[in-house]
């Protein structure tokens, strides 16, 4: 048996999800940004951590407007979004950042693990970051602290989202 520790689950574990789309709460919840882990917001859409990463340093830039689907933002908005993206990727670097897998999974049948909500990843790549446990024992392995990763991303935020 195979046995993850991911202690940031506990909260969802205990209380499980409410009806509304998990995004849109947080979008709602500006109060909330450290106990949700968002280290930017604008009036287009936020900056948050993954919690569930696939490297340390993974993250999501999401609109506020609960659409599924990038072709429902107007120009204005899309750009908005693409130039956070972009900057993002900038502040991944700085965080150390040897390459970055980005993207947008559409709808469900597009992979998106919540569908409803379009959010957009970046995940950050490291040499060497997929190595025998990955390979063989189909086990990834997430050797930093999480908070610890989101006050980094939260301080480099402001250098490089502002």
């Not at 993250?59 to 693409?82: G, K, R, T, V, Y």
Request: aromatic letters at 12%; one cysteine or more.
């Amino acid at each position: 048996m195979d046995i993850l520790y991911a202690p940031m689950r506990s909260h969802y574990l205990k209380h499980g999800v409410s009806g509304e789309c998990v995004f849109c709460e947080i979008s709602k919840e500006a109060h909330k940004d450290e106990e949700h882990y968002v280290f930017y917001r604008d009036e287009v859409c936020f900056g948050v951590m993954n919690l569930y990463p696939y490297t340390p340093g993974h993250l999501m830039f999401i609109p506020h407007m609960h659409i599924d689907s990038p072709h429902l933002l107007n120009l204005e908005q899309w750009s908005h979004l693409a130039k956070l993206t972009r900057k993002g990727c900038e502040m991944l670097y700085a965080f150390g950042a040897q390459g970055i897998n980005s993207g947008i999974n559409i709808r469900s049948a597009g992979g998106a693990g919540i569908p409803e909500h379009l959010h957009w990843h970046l995940v950050p790549r490291f040499e060497r970051d997929t190595n025998f446990m990955t390979s063989i024992a189909q086990t990834r392995i997430y050797g930093c602290e999480f908070v610890e990763i989101f006050n980094k991303i939260q301080q480099l935020s402001k250098e490089f989202l502002r």
